[in-house]
């Protein structure tokens, strides 16, 4: 399980796509390992874009690794069961924050992604 | 439920035990502590002296609380107890047990008081479907306190249990040893901690609550006495199953205990019309959350598809593992189109049509499902064939049951199953979302292309589902297009959602009135002419309270007072003798047969449209409508009933009265 180093996954600059799921869905989701921030995920009606830690946000997503942040980022993980499994949780207005989690489901622009190549 | 147990709830936490207060399960039954569909606690079972006390009553004070009065007896009735035992329990996130040993002898007692507690934490899915687990459970005690927990990969849930008072703790339970003199007694307070980090908080109850809730609702002045009972036992049952997800705010119903207490897109849409003149806030809380779970993609597991409305979310070890897909699961063809009726019902109730355009996407999209997935062979009709060959629902209609879709020769029919129902479900929800779109979306031409297409549909279903010999609409048409000729009680919604001829609907009223479906206590699911028929069958004979209102009230609006009446005063008298509270179905026999209402035995209870018939069956009898503006009263009130008075009815209006009184038959 990875705890250590983890790195912001927008360092190399912003990352951003078309996400039809999150159509008419707006707002800002903290991303979390544990307690160290990876990121914002910024939708705005359709569209989503991961930038670095900062500013106000509607809700945090806290995942136990890289590797949920990352399906997450790729609506791979179902929400429900990333719940029950303890794997992630959110907090905040946490309607929004199913809201984009299921939008990203739907198509996510993260699918080909490579996270500071670190994923496989 | 049986009469052997005794439930106590709030929200999706219950405990199931025996009527001394013990719960002892067996792998395969319902005792329990029940949390987030999965049983946190599996025995707890009090001795004195080694003897589990006998019960001389059971106070059910409210729902989420309860009171048993032992006595501690050695032989025989003939020898009187000195020792009496009150155990008083009240269900929140766990539970809280206060137990006190009352010593009415004149000499003093010693005691050993031994409370046995043990978890096998069965998901609700292993209970139902005898299987094993497989994680590990384990037992942690300290001086003060039990854990008995589970662990399979990173799913863990625990149950703490810790005392007031100081006793032995080991890994069976608790153990005190107590010295009471003559004419004294002992308390101790048991706390029972359900922990599931990963749902969060349950939120505990208050007696305050609950009042809060009835005293919200309309009051009713009625002159026929069980009704003050009938509507107090459904308000504060609605009270009992409200269901908080901890998403959306607010609380909407949960189906019914024990094995329902989840969200269920069908039963809290059902509930939530049943309840709309009551509560119209809980439907605004019902379309939120399905609306938040409405499917984005398709998933064949979980037999989801973009549009649709959930059938059932569950949150145990199974669905946590993907070995049930209700994370959630979408296994409901009905459910999206009553996601639609319910919706335009509630805009049309309360004036709120800010949820309208907060919903406007996933209205369009639940109409786009009914187009491109309902109608999956491109027919014309909305049919239904699980895609989850292995764990999905093969029925996926309200009657849900293996043998409930069956011609009248008995024989099962093949699959796709287009049943009647959903299809004027189709018709009505077009029309109803044609309003919306006209009035609120400001998109007329999609109003007049729903119109369109809601006329058409009219035009062909009674071309087509029509057995002109037979003279009623066929259940369903099967995979093969031919009609499935079983007379039963789907034809009784049609009438509800208009999608009926005139004509069709007149002989359609003659056969829900005749003996074959109207048993007297209400119209049977399937009529006792037909090969499936069995009085006692889940779906193809019982009596279902909740269809029996939707019956009610589709004749109520086709213009059929008295058949409506009837019915009503029927299943009010049923509930009357049900102590109140009517059950999830009761036998189909026939009423010159039986006193009473015969019980099914595994009938949940309270279950949400249960609870929710009568107040649709008051919503009948005054004939309550809105027309948008303006509440609309048109009494049709049995003889035996006498007079009605509904007051202070939420809506659009700001709250209003409503009188009735029965009149003569001229």
Known sequence: METQGVESFAQAGPLEGEAPGLAGIVGRMRLLVRDQPVGVLEVNNGRAKLVPDGGAVDVTATCISRDVVIKLLRGTINPIVMALQSEGRLQGDRERGVKILYGLRAGSPFTETSFDGKDS | MSLNTVSIL?????????????????????????????????????????????????????????????????????????????????????????????????????????????????????????????????????????????????????????????????????????????????????DVQASNRATGDADRRSKADVDAWVQSAPRLVCSWDPLHLIYKRSLVDLAALRFRTGLTGGALPAAGLPWFMAVFGRDSLITSFQAMPFAPEMAATTLRTL???????????????????????????MTAFEERPHSPYYGAADATMLFLIVLEEYVRWTGDQGLARELEREARNAVAWIDRYGDRDHDGYVEYERRNKETGLENQCWKDSWDSIAFADGTLAPLPRATCELQGYVYDAKRRVARLAREIWN????????????????????????????????????????????????????????????????????????????????????????????????????????????????????????????ISRAMLEAADLFGGRLPEAFGGFPRSDTHYPVEYPTACSPQAWATGAPLLLLRTLLGLESDGTHLIVDPAIPEPLGRIELLDIPGVWGRMDAFGRARAAH
């Open chain 2, 291 to 317: 609306a938040l779970f409405q499917a984005r993609q398709e998933d064949p597991f979980r037999d989801a598809e973009p549009g649709k409305i959930l059938h059932e979310l569950r949150l145990g070890e």
């Open chain 2, 10 to 190: 709030d929200g999706n936490s219950f405990v199931v035990s025996d009527r001394r207060g013990d719960i002892d399960a067996s792998p395969i039954d319902t005792q329990g502590l029940f949390l987030d569909d999965t049983r946190f606690l599996s025995r707890w079972i009090l001795t004195v002296n080694g003897i589990r006390p006998s019960v001389l009553s059971v106070d059910e004070q409210e729902y989420f609380q309860v009171q048993f009065f032992e006595a501690v007896t050695t032989s025989t009735i003939y020898v009187d107890s000195h020792l009496s035992v009150a155990r008083k329990r009240a269900v929140g996130k766990g539970f809280h047990e206060e137990i006190l040993v009352e010593n009415h002898d004149k000499q003093a007692m010693d005691l050993d008081i031994q409370v046995d507690a043990a978890a096998d934490f069965a998901d609700l899915f292993e209970v139902k479907d005898k299987l094993q687990k497989k994680g590990e459970l384990y037992t942690k005690a300290t001086s003060d306190r039990l854990t008995l927990g589970y662990k399979r990969d990173r799913f863990v849930r625990e149950t703490y249990i810790s005392a007031n008072q100081k006793g032995q703790v080991d890994e069976k339970g608790f153990h005190f040893k107590v010295h009471l003199p003559p004419r004294t007694s002992w308390t101790v307070s048991l």
């Open chain 2, 443 to 566: 998109d007329p031409s999609w109003a007049q292309q729903l119109e369109r297409e809601a006329e058409d549909l009219k035009q062909r279903f009674n071309r087509d589902f029509w057995i002109p010999e037979r003279n009623f609409f066929a259940l369903a048409l099967d995979g093969n297009k031919r009609k499935v000729d079983s007379l039963t009680s789907n034809i009784g919604h049609l009438l509800w959602s208009g999608i009926a001829d005139d004509d069709k609907a007149e002989s359609c009223v003659k056969h829900l009135m005749s003996d074959a479906l109207f048993s007297g206590w209400g119209v049977r699911t399937m009529a006792s002419s037909e090969g499936s028929y069995n009085p006692i069958g889940y779906h193809v004979g019982t009596i279902w309270p909740h269809d029996n209102s939707f019956i009610a009230w589709g004749l109520r609006q086709s213009g059929y007072r008295a058949e409506a009446a009837l």
